[in-house]
């Protein structure tokens, strides 16, 4: 079973990763958890996500590719 990791903002949030028109990364919140941002390497996150994050308030959750909590 594959294992996504989604950002958790609150009890009803996900961050989603937006762009603007110069191609510069935004994130927001959203409540619809499919259209939340989602990686399956959490080596990507320790490197890169984290330094683009760092003002937001959020953790990690795992959950399969149906978004059941795992």
Do not use: P
């Amino acid at each position: 079973m594959r294992k996504y990791y989604y950002f958790r903002t609150d009890i009803e949030h996900w961050l989603q990763e937006t762009y603007d028109m110069q191609g510069n990364v935004h994130w927001k919140q959203t409540a619809n958890i499919k259209m939340a941002y989602r990686t399956d390497d959490l080596g990507l996150y320790r490197k890169l996500l984290k330094e683009q994050m760092k003002e937001y308030f959020y953790w990690v959750e795992t959950r399969d590719q149906y978004q059941n909590k795992v």
